[in-house]
């Protein structure tokens, strides 16, 4: 046999082979998924927060997570951000000379740092063994230290940095906030909703917490308007206030397909800490790329069969004999 | 059927205690010595990783660079038995032999980072598994291809044994098991590249692209050959035998029309999503960008040219430049490129543990190799003597 058409046709077959698998048919593109209609979230209102930090406190002892010292004295439990062991805090935007509450320019602004519990989390799709998982009725984004290999893949993909791990501990687990699903059989909810004395942070169905959003957003800015507090539906905690001067941008409305915790600033989102993030999730992208390479283990079965076939041609008797040449192929 | 006139394989011979086994020796101890450490008190208190960079050189550099150094073996096989060009079979022992080490301990350097390694299992075990994600494929694919390589790799310790019978068995199946050793690097390195897509606006938009798997698969494939160049020159230098340059010219040119593939795509995805004006900001990402892809381009200019590929010295220099690339490109994406959009103030440089650690496994693939090759009919029989 020629050897060098047999080449070429190796050459064909194998770059066949290749382009097949390197290059992805545009199938099985997976949407963005959306909040589950019956979705539990917070809202979070930056207007009405005042910084007291009940929500911290009462988030430590829910959780029962110890205290972190950041101070000389290491009197109070002085988290600086969130961490294995924290899993939410009040963070302070400060600019110029700080005198005006809520305002970008010389002035002082509040924000949370917690879990979102997105509609489509990228820390759901990156865990190889389900401990991240998204419960289908509540939205609730739980995990399961008894599952988890701490690879620590839902740290880096989250795009809000919330899993986190704790690094102390030959057994540590990932830390962050789970809407305090651990509370609700008492008939709790989530315990930053609880203690907050303002309804900066109110409790509910995502569904009903973006219409009040949506709500507060549309009202004159210094008009009078009553604010629920703890949870939305729950008995009667409301008060009448100011309106802040909201920008009109409900945050987790729309990100990544929407996130289930939502939130209100007179600040610009990127400036205290919220990512820019676009409609589409990662995690679509993501697995869109995954399923079109292996959906149904289509490809990588289609390329073995090309490739055993041309093995079996090219495997020589040099393989099984040490080397030595009994081939006795034409040259 | 072609055949080539080949020298078989043969042990190298010699003793195994010498100056540079005892040096891999006494890394391996501190190694030890640290990763006792690391499982009594936890990863925090030997490595620097935190909470804004929680993947540090354990990650990226033993198990995505160590595997992509470790392509050897996949890209010589790709060219012997898949685009049957069996003047190259002399390189297949020894590439395997490499691709062998650098596999298994980049899987076994997984448990050093693992936080819950005594879960290790859940990964392949149904109901935990999760297959969208990519971890998943890659911990698979990669675990897959280790058995898979022990298996290519056993006549070796089968002809030493004197087990000719169980060498024919496995003969008539070898076939398959080299093409699922071709199929399944280009499943996991692909994906490597592919587990980036799901950290989203996080990583630097020069590394950040749907192109990613196909970008981190053509380089797996040069790097392969980029090592080839490099340890056939180590091999030769450090056992005293002579350079295979009959068979590492003409592979040294097959790993530039590779790379020429891979720079019109890597470019030709930069200009198409507009992200080359990131690479001309006055900070290290893009210094790091430009070091990256002047290595991948530098072998042009070091073995363009057929009187240029005849001195082994340049070889060895192309193999040099592609390892720094490939190994640039996957820090890039995964450290250097990273978290710096989202502003967090955290930032990373590994500690001393964490940098002997890694340094301790890639002493275990240098002393493993050196036992093997002294030991086992693996680099072709040679009239020279050995130094030792």
């Given at each position: 046999?020629?050897?060098?058409?047999?080449?070429?046709?190796?050459?064909?077959a194998?770059?066949?082979?290749?382009?097949?698998?390197?290059?992805?048919?545009?199938?099985?593109?997976?949407?963005?998924?959306?909040?589950?209609?019956?979705?539990?979230?917070?809202?979070?209102?930056?207007?009405?927060?005042?910084?007291?930090?009940?929500?911290?406190?009462?988030?430590?002892?829910?959780?029962?997570n110890?205290?972190?010292?950041?101070?000389?004295?290491?009197?109070?439990d002085?988290?600086?951000?969130t961490?294995?062991?924290?899993?939410?805090?009040?963070?302070?935007?400060?600019?110029?000379?700080?005198?005006?509450?809520?305002?970008?320019v010389?002035?002082?602004?509040?924000?949370?740092?917690?879990?979102?519990?997105?509609?489509?989390?990228?820390?759901v799709?990156?865990c190889?063994?389900?401990?991240?998982?998204?419960?289908?009725?509540?939205g609730?984004?739980a995990?399961?230290?008894?599952?988890?290999?701490?690879?620590?893949?839902?740290?880096?993909?989250c795009?809000?940095?919330?899993?986190?791990?704790?690094?102390?501990?030959?057994?540590?687990?990932?830390?962050?906030?789970?809407?305090?699903?651990?509370?609700?059989?008492?008939?709790?909810?989530?315990?930053?909703?609880?203690?907050?004395?303002?309804?900066?942070?109110?409790?509910?169905?995502?569904?009903?917490?973006?219409?009040?959003?949506?709500?507060?957003?549309a009202?004159?800015?210094?008009?009078?308007?009553?604010?629920?507090?703890?949870?939305?539906?729950?008995?009667?905690?409301?008060?009448?206030?100011?309106?802040?001067?909201?920008?009109?941008?409900?945050?987790?409305e729309?990100?990544?397909?929407?996130?289930?915790?939502?939130?209100?600033?007179?600040?610009?989102?990127?400036?205290?800490?919220?990512?820019?993030?676009?409609?589409?999730?990662?995690?679509?992208?993501?697995?869109?790329?995954q399923?079109?390479?292996?959906?149904?283990?289509v490809?990588?079965?289609?390329?073995?069969?090309?490739?055993?076939?041309?093995?079996?041609?090219?495997?020589h008797?040099?393989?099984?004999?040490?080397?030595?040449?009994?081939?006795?192929?034409?040259? | 059927m072609?055949?080539h006139?080949?020298?078989?394989?043969?042990?190298?011979?010699?003793?195994?205690?010498?100056?540079?086994?005892?040096?891999?020796?006494?890394?391996?101890?501190?190694?030890?010595?640290?990763?006792?450490?690391r499982?009594?008190?936890?990863?925090?208190?030997?490595a620097?990783?935190?909470?804004g960079?929680?993947?540090?050189?354990?990650?990226?550099?033993?198990?995505?660079?160590?595997?992509?150094?470790?392509?050897?073996?996949?890209s010589?096989?790709?060219?012997?038995?898949?685009?049957?060009?069996?003047?190259?079979?002399?390189?297949?022992?020894?590439?395997l032999?490499?691709?062998?080490?650098g596999?298994?301990?980049?899987?076994?350097?997984?448990?050093?980072?693992?936080?819950?390694?005594?879960?290790f299992?859940?990964?392949?075990?149904?109901?935990?598994?999760?297959?969208?994600?990519v971890?998943?494929?890659?911990?698979?694919?990669?675990?897959?291809?280790?058995?898979?390589?022990?298996?290519?790799?056993?006549?070796?310790f089968?002809?030493?044994?004197?087990r000719?019978?169980?060498?024919?068995?496995?003969?008539?199946?070898?076939?398959?098991?080299?093409?699922?050793?071709?199929?399944?690097?280009?499943?996991?390195?692909?994906?490597?590249?592919?587990?980036?897509?799901?950290?989203?606006?996080?990583?630097?938009?020069?590394?950040?692209?749907?192109?990613?798997?196909?970008?981190y698969?053509?380089?797996?494939?040069?790097?392969?050959?980029?090592v080839?160049l490099?340890?056939?020159?180590?091999?030769?230098?450090?056992y005293?035998?002579?350079?295979?340059?009959?068979?590492l010219?003409?592979?040294?040119?097959?790993?530039?029309?590779?790379?020429?593939?891979y720079?019109?795509?890597?470019?030709?995805?930069?200009?198409?999503?507009?992200?080359l004006?990131?690479?001309?900001?006055?900070?290290?990402?893009?210094?790091?960008?430009?070091?990256?892809?002047?290595?991948?381009?530098?072998?042009?200019?070091?073995?363009?040219?057929?009187?240029?590929r005849?001195n082994?010295?340049?070889?060895?220099?192309?193999?040099?430049?592609?390892?720094?690339?490939?190994?640039l490109?996957?820090?890039?994406?995964?450290?250097?490129?990273?978290?710096?959009?989202?502003?967090?103030?955290?930032?990373?440089?590994?500690?001393?543990?964490?940098?002997?650690?890694?340094?301790?496994?890639?002493?275990?693939?240098?002393?493993?190799?050196?036992?093997?090759?002294?030991?086992?009919?693996?680099?072709?029989?040679?009239?020279?003597?050995?130094?030792?």
């Amino acid at each position: 046999m020629d050897t060098r058409r047999h080449f070429l046709k190796g050459v064909v077959a194998g770059g066949a082979a290749i382009t097949s698998a390197a290059v992805a048919p545009p199938a099985c593109a997976r949407e963005t998924h959306s909040r589950p209609a019956e979705a539990l979230g917070l809202l979070y209102d930056a207007t009405l927060c005042i910084g007291c930090k009940a929500c911290v406190a009462a988030c430590k002892e829910a959780n029962n997570n110890p205290p972190e010292f950041s101070t000389e004295d290491r009197l109070w439990d002085t988290p600086l951000d969130t961490s294995g062991y924290t899993f939410n805090i009040i963070k302070m935007y400060r600019n110029g000379t700080m005198q005006t509450k809520d305002a970008e320019v010389n002035g002082f602004a509040f924000m949370k740092t917690s879990c979102m519990h997105c509609a489509d989390p990228s820390c759901v799709s990156a865990c190889p063994v389900s401990a991240m998982t998204k419960d289908p009725a509540t939205g609730i984004v739980a995990y399961d230290p008894g599952a988890c290999v701490g690879c620590r893949y839902c740290v880096v993909a989250c795009p809000f940095g919330i899993p986190k791990y704790q690094y102390d501990s030959p057994t540590g687990k990932i830390g962050k906030c789970e809407l305090c699903r651990h509370r609700y059989a008492d008939g709790h909810y989530s315990a930053c909703a609880e203690v907050c004395p303002t309804g900066a942070t109110l409790y509910g169905r995502s569904a009903d917490l973006l219409l009040e959003a949506k709500r507060r957003i549309a009202l004159k800015p210094g008009s009078v308007t009553r604010y629920p507090r703890g949870k939305i539906g729950g008995p009667d905690q409301s008060y009448e206030g100011p309106v802040g001067n909201y920008l009109q941008h409900v945050y987790g409305e729309k990100e990544f397909g929407g996130t289930q915790v939502l939130k209100l600033s007179a600040v610009t989102f990127a400036k205290v800490g919220m990512p820019d993030l676009p409609p589409k999730s990662s995690a679509a992208t993501s697995e869109t790329l995954q399923h079109s390479l292996y959906g149904g283990l289509v490809m990588p079965v289609v390329v073995l069969g090309a490739l055993s076939f041309i093995a079996k041609r090219n495997v020589h008797d040099e393989d099984d004999e040490s080397g030595t040449d009994k081939d006795k192929g034409e040259k | 059927m072609t055949t080539h006139q080949h020298a078989a394989p043969t042990p190298v011979g010699g003793s195994l205690v010498n100056a540079a086994t005892l040096v891999c020796g006494v890394l391996i101890a501190i190694m030890a010595a640290i990763l006792l450490v690391r499982f009594i008190f936890g990863l925090g208190m030997v490595a620097n990783i935190n909470d804004g960079y929680s993947w540090g050189i354990w990650v990226v550099v033993d198990v995505m660079i160590g595997s992509a150094l470790a392509c050897g073996g996949f890209s010589v096989a790709l060219l012997v038995y898949i685009f049957n060009k069996g003047e190259y079979h002399p390189l297949v022992r020894p590439a395997l032999l490499a691709s062998l080490f650098g596999y298994t301990l980049a899987g076994a350097g997984i448990f050093v980072d693992l936080g819950r390694w005594w879960n290790f299992w859940h990964i392949f075990w149904p109901g935990y598994a999760n297959p969208s994600s990519v971890m998943f494929e890659v911990a698979v694919c990669v675990t897959a291809y280790i058995l898979v390589m022990w298996i290519e790799f056993s006549p070796v310790f089968l002809e030493k044994m004197g087990r000719r019978d169980v060498k024919k068995k496995l003969n008539k199946w070898l076939f398959f098991f080299i093409a699922l050793g071709v199929l399944l690097p280009m499943m996991h390195q692909s994906s490597l590249g592919t587990m980036l897509v799901v950290m989203g606006g996080q990583v630097n938009p020069l590394w950040q692209t749907p192109a990613v798997p196909l970008i981190y698969l053509l380089t797996a494939i040069v790097i392969g050959y980029g090592v080839v160049l490099f340890e056939s020159c180590v091999a030769a230098a450090g056992y005293r035998r002579t350079i295979e340059m009959r068979l590492l010219n003409p592979l040294s040119k097959i790993m530039l029309g590779v790379l020429a593939v891979y720079l019109v795509v890597r470019f030709g995805d930069l200009l198409i999503r507009g992200a080359l004006g990131e690479a001309f900001h006055p900070d290290w990402v893009a210094i790091s960008f430009w070091i990256e892809n002047i290595a991948f381009v530098a072998p042009f200019f070091l073995i363009g040219s057929t009187q240029a590929r005849r001195n082994p010295a340049n070889l060895f220099l192309a193999g040099i430049a592609i390892m720094i690339g490939g190994i640039l490109l996957r820090l890039n994406g995964f450290l250097i490129g990273y978290g710096h959009f989202t502003g967090s103030g955290w930032t990373y440089f590994p500690s001393l543990a964490e940098v002997m650690v890694t340094v301790g496994i890639f002493a275990i693939e240098v002393l493993g190799y050196i036992i093997i090759t002294r030991r086992f009919p693996v680099l072709p029989r040679e009239h020279a003597q050995v130094a030792s």
